[in-house]
């Protein structure tokens, strides 16, 4: 009987794909790497790797602790490498920090005024919810790699002549 | 010299019983399946094999015809007008189409679904998983009538409000209601998120293993949605072999690889003439412009991330020039 080894990519270990264009633009195929793109990032930028019209997907590199983050609506993150940490508090006044309307991760000035909701401990391929309302924060104590599904935002980077292949 | 205009089809062959949907006929043998339609006053027909047709219209009718364009092959295909469908038959295969012999017929979406179920339900035999990899479902699907596997194709596609697992939403994967780790990703972690909430906030704290959820797919290139934020939907699915159809984009989409390895055929979506091959590893990111037509290829079982972008309006933007085909400019 066969035994698979399932391939996950990590800050460590990557092998970037290939394109092989026979009559097109490779720009088109927007076509980066979320490790590369986080071996080469600041902590906690959030660099955008897809768009969708107001849509993106961030890679994050996590390493130590994030700013406090919140949003008007529910982001999402999953963890392609490392572990982390989520801390999460429940907003008094949600709307004086990201009013309704407002797109994309807000950063907070300093600490979140509110309950404390609790903790999430992350590993390779986990997926969180970072509700609407709620302020959070990253730990990490190595350099991990997160993917945010969120719209984009004011701190959303877009540097996609850096980052995809030509 | 082509078939005269009316023909008249045997009931059955080979046990299996023959369709029409509009001026469209669909027969199956022991291994192929013929598609017939009107063209220059006779009919014009297309062969395939039963287990590449059946593994494409097992798609067509999980996804309700999907965004855009289901090609079955370079031939017979239909496209999604959100409410009503188009069959078509050459429409987008430069040859066919330039020789005038292309067909389109539009139909209410709830006909064409009904009709295709009926072909599935007839055509599918005992031991036969459209949706299963080659090596999970061996060759039963070739021979003559041998029952049915009605449990394989009445899975739906699963529906998920905002993320599997939270109240009221669609369930996780687990041993206990029938999701057993595929053998292919038996080395995959089943460790779930630690979760520590602080009493009220329960319900509100949500995390899960999205690995160990892919890793129990018991499907192959069927996307099913994990998290919804406004119109954007993560659907990651489970991809071994090939993808039964080659999608023709009516909006721009984006495949990010989480595990192992696809090779992607892309294509102009009119014509079918080649424009790039992309191999992803795990950790690429890639889009699929809106104006291409494309194909992937899995030789291990590997977890794909597609992203889409759901907002009603999309395809008639595209149709009109509003959005270019290609997601940013740098």
Known sequence: MTTYHTEFGSLKQYAKGTMEIINDNPKYYVYSNVFEVASNARPYEKIAVAKNLEYV????????????????????CV??????????????????????????????????????????????????????????????????????QTIKGDLTIEKWGEICMQ | MNAPAEIKLPEKIAGYKTFTLGEFTFSRDEYFVTVTWPAKGQRQSHTMSADAFLRAI???????????LVNFDAVFGTRNLYGKVELFAGRYNEAIHGAGLSYVETFESPKAMAKFKEIL?????????????????????????????????????????RMPGLEGDSPLRDDSNGFAVNRAFADVSQEEPEIKAERGFEKELHAF?????????DVTWNPS?????????????????ILPIIHGNDRVEWFVQLSDEITWEVSDRETGRPRARLTMKAGDVAAMPADIRHQGFAKKRSMLLVWENATPDLPKRYERGDLKPWPVDF
Request: aromatic share 10%.
């Open chain 1, 57 to 76: 997907i961030e890679t994050i590199r996590a390493e130590g602790a994030s700013p406090w983050m919140t949003c008007a609506h529910d982001e999402f």
């Open chain 2, 121 to 161: 339900s007839d055509w599918v035999n005992a031991g036969f998983d459209p949706f299963a990899a080659p090596a999970e479902t061996g060759n039963t699907v070739f021979g003559e009538k041998n029952g049915s596997n009605l449990e394989a194709i009445e899975r739906f596609r699963v529906a998920t409000k």
């Open chain 1, 79 to 148: 963890l392609m490498d490392g572990e982390v940490e989520v801390e999460y508090v429940k907003l008094d006044k949600p709307e004086e920090v990201a009013p309704s309307g407002k797109d994309g991760t807000v950063q907070l000035k300093g600490e979140p005024k509110g309950k404390r909701m609790g903790t999430i401990r992350l590993k390779r391929g986990h997926q969180a919810l970072l509700p609407k309302g709620a302020a959070y924060r990253f730990n990490a104590k190595t350099p991990s790699v997160l993917l945010q």
């Open chain 2, 58 to 68: 097992m798609r067509d009718v999980a996804w309700g015809f999907f965004y855009g």
């Open chain 2, 209 to 217: 293993n999205l690995f160990k959820y892919l890793s129990r797919s």
């Open chain 2, 225 to 241: 949605v994990t998290s919804v934020c406004r119109q954007s939907l993560f659907c990651p699915t489970t991809e071994e072999y």
